[in-house]
């Protein structure tokens, strides 16, 4: 008992340890790394370029060093290496950031980290494709939610930055795009580390630097919003500011139908069990309106709207008046047969479980509109049956009391 005692004690003291003391620590290191041109490597001055050293332990900074790159371009760190820790080492020159990364078994090897001359000429970017990806309809709340993707490839040996002193709401020199009038609940994700998003007239704005890209390893950017509607179409027609190599347009045939007079509708093709409609074009030039819509979105039934008005109570009081009004007939046909009625099924109780369990699911996303749809028929199919069972049963028992 003792023992046993001893080990948990010893676990619990362990666990509130914080994390670096659970760390193995290897030891000092030497860290050696050069900072190099990409391009025009004669007229690099590498004093132009500070180099930090941040070292993470998880989320959490544990140290910071800064270092200037000698006439070659060297530099060198001493750090402690501790297995779990990241070593982040950045480099500014011309106002854009450059990194690499390496962990506690990797600083032995020379860290090298490759700089570009800047530009604020955006026709240095070219979008390889970018894809519109309608991803489902929520009619109750009447708002459609739209995926896109964007492969952007900088062929230049310039990375661009934007000019932050600008004048005027273009943000001409800004990696821009479009969104349609009305877009909310807007979340962009990148490969790109660093900056911010900001708003623009008619879309949004990236300030991070785009540096050129290797052969096959385009810049990908990806964002996501909302769209209310109260009729069955919506335009998502926008100006392509870049153009674009290729365009996708990508539509469930459950949610929508598409359309687009510069695309080819290539038909339907099935994904993950899902029906997907595509529309593909090619060569869409700069500046370029590209016309997009969706048709024929789903619409609130009756029963949705009766639902939704009564709110949360509707389990409780609009099932029940139905099923009253169903009961009510089949009672006095069961009262004049004088015999009783046994249906099979589950009990009334567990039926209305199920169906505040389906709404939650629903409002949370994770079944699709058809499938709810089909399954709250047959949850109140089968409360008409539960309510009929019940009150049947009573009915029989007051009849045989009679007799």
């Given at each position: 008992?003792?023992?046993?005692?001893?080990?948990?004690?010893?676990?619990?003291?362990?666990?509130?340890?914080?994390?670096?003391?659970?760390?193995?620590?290897?030891?000092?290191?030497?860290?050696?790394?050069?900072?190099?041109?990409?391009?025009?490597?004669?007229?690099?001055?590498?004093?132009?370029?500070?180099?930090?050293?941040?070292?993470?332990?998880?989320?959490?900074?544990?140290?910071?060093?800064?270092?200037?790159?000698?006439?070659?371009?060297?530099?060198?760190?001493?750090?402690?290496?501790?297995e779990?820790?990241?070593?982040?080492?950045?480099?500014?020159?011309?106002?854009?950031?450059?990194?690499?990364?390496?962990?506690?078994?990797?600083?032995?090897?020379p860290?090298?980290?490759?700089?570009?001359?800047?530009?604020?000429?955006?026709?240095?970017?070219t979008?390889?494709?970018?894809?519109?990806?309608?991803?489902?309809?929520?009619?109750?709340?009447?708002?459609?939610?739209?995926?896109?993707?964007?492969?952007?490839?900088?062929?230049?040996?310039?990375?661009?930055?934007?000019?932050?002193?600008?004048?005027?709401?273009?943000?001409?020199?800004?990696?821009?795009?479009?969104?349609?009038?009305?877009?909310?609940?807007?979340?962009?994700?990148?490969?790109?580390?660093?900056?911010?998003?900001?708003?623009?007239?008619?879309?949004?704005?990236i300030?991070?630097?785009?540096?050129?890209?290797?052969?096959?390893?385009?810049?990908?950017?990806?964002?996501?919003?909302?769209?209310?509607?109260?009729?069955?179409?919506?335009?998502?027609?926008?100006?392509?500011?870049f153009?674009?190599?290729?365009?996708?347009?990508?539509?469930?045939?459950?949610?929508?139908?598409?359309?687009?007079?510069?695309?080819?509708?290539?038909?339907?093709?099935?994904?993950n069990?899902?029906?997907?409609?595509?529309?593909?074009?090619q060569?869409?030039?700069?500046?370029?309106?590209?016309?997009?819509?969706?048709?024929?979105?789903?619409?609130?039934?009756?029963?949705?709207?009766?639902?939704?008005?009564?709110?949360?109570?509707?389990?409780?009081y609009?099932?029940?008046?139905?099923?009253?009004?169903?009961?009510?007939?089949?009672?006095?046909?069961?009262?004049?047969?004088?015999r009783?009625?046994?249906?099979?099924?589950?009990?009334?109780?567990?039926?209305?479980?199920?169906?505040?369990?389906?709404?939650?699911?629903?409002?949370?996303?994770?079944?699709?509109?058809?499938?709810?749809?089909?399954?709250?028929?047959?949850?109140?199919?089968?409360?008409?049956?539960?309510?009929?069972?019940?009150?049947?049963?009573?009915?029989?028992?007051?009849?045989?009391?009679?007799?």
């Amino acid at each position: 008992m003792r023992a046993a005692a001893s080990v948990a004690v010893l676990l619990a003291v362990l666990l509130l340890l914080p994390g670096q003391a659970l760390a193995q620590e290897v030891g000092e290191v030497e860290i050696a790394g050069r900072v190099e041109h990409g391009a025009d490597a004669a007229s690099f001055d590498p004093a132009q370029a500070r180099v930090t050293l941040n070292v993470l332990e998880g989320i959490t900074l544990v140290s910071q060093d800064s270092a200037l790159p000698d006439e070659s371009g060297a530099f060198n760190f001493t750090a402690t290496a501790v297995e779990g820790r990241t070593y982040f080492f950045s480099v500014e020159y011309q106002g854009a950031n450059y990194s690499a990364v390496r962990d506690a078994g990797d600083l032995s090897e020379p860290v090298v980290v490759t700089v570009f001359d800047t530009t604020n000429d955006t026709s240095v970017l070219t979008v390889q494709s970018h894809t519109v990806i309608v991803t489902g309809a929520v009619p109750d709340e009447g708002f459609v939610e739209i995926l896109e993707r964007v492969m952007v490839r900088n062929d230049s040996d310039l990375t661009l930055t934007p000019d932050l002193n600008a004048q005027g709401p273009a943000m001409l020199s800004f990696l821009r795009f479009a969104l349609p009038p009305g877009a909310y609940n807007l979340d962009v994700r990148s490969n790109i580390t660093g900056g911010q998003v900001l708003e623009v007239d008619r879309g949004f704005a990236i300030n991070s630097p785009v540096p050129p890209t290797a052969p096959g390893l385009p810049h990908q950017f990806e964002f996501v919003y909302r769209l209310d509607y109260d009729e069955p179409v919506i335009d998502l027609t926008r100006t392509m500011r870049f153009g674009a190599e290729s365009v996708r347009f990508v539509v469930p045939v459950d949610v929508a139908t598409p359309s687009s007079a510069r695309l080819t509708d290539l038909g339907a093709t099935e994904l993950n069990g899902r029906l997907l409609r595509l529309l593909e074009g090619q060569d869409i030039a700069p500046a370029e309106v590209l016309p997009l819509a969706v048709a024929d979105l789903p619409g609130k039934s009756a029963f949705d709207g009766a639902r939704e008005s009564a709110g949360e109570w509707y389990v409780r009081y609009v099932v029940p008046a139905v099923v009253g009004l169903t009961t009510a007939a089949l009672l006095l046909l069961s009262l004049r047969r004088r015999r009783a009625v046994a249906m099979a099924g589950a009990s009334r109780e567990h039926l209305i479980a199920e169906a505040r369990a389906l709404r939650d699911a629903y409002d949370r996303h994770t079944i699709g509109t058809t499938a709810y749809e089909g399954r709250s028929r047959v949850i109140r199919d089968a409360l008409v049956q539960a309510e009929v069972r019940d009150r049947l049963t009573e009915a029989d028992g007051e009849g045989s009391t009679r007799d």
